[in-house]
Every structure is written in C-alpha cells, then in structure tokens.
C-alpha cells in the first residue's frame, strides 16, 4: 500500500476512474448489443433509434478518451451498414 499522500490519492483517484470508464464501456457495449437485437428482429425502425443512442454513446466515450477515435469511426460505420441493410 502507498504510504505517500499523493500515492494514496493517486490510488483513489484511479479507483475512481477505473469505474466511470468500466460504466462508460458497459454502456458502450449494451448500446451496441440492443441495435444487433433489432436487427435480428428485422425491425427497422427499432434498429434505426437504437442506432442514434449508440452512436451517441461511441462518440462520447470516444472523446474522453475511452476508445480510440478511429475505433468509434469504424464500430459506427459497421453498425450503420448493418442497419441499412435492413430496408
């Protein structure tokens, strides 16, 4: 354990991080899995909505730094073609 004030901070500090990012990225991943659920259901209108939150979460955690941007870029891109494929 950290005997040093900041190290002990620098301990908290991480925890802390360590769960927003965790939530962040389940958040991420659930998004993503309800639009491959409409899409399964061949529901266009339902894969259409999920799709709009979905990529609002992507470019969110992407700009805080959770995913790179150019795997946001390319996660929206293949659920985009998927759901276009739709109709």
Partial sequence: MANIKSAKK?????????ERNKSRKSAVKTS???VYAAIDANDKAAASEA????????EKAGSKGLFHKGTVSRKVSRLS?????LG
């Avoid at 620098?10 to 360590?18: D, L």
């Fill in 10 to 18: 620098r301990v908290i500090t991480s925890a802390k991080r360590a």
């Fill in 32 to 34: 993503i899995k309800k």
């Fill in 51 to 58: 799709l709009k939150a979905a990529i609002g979460e992507m």
């Fill in 81 to 85: 073609k998927a759901v276009n494929r």
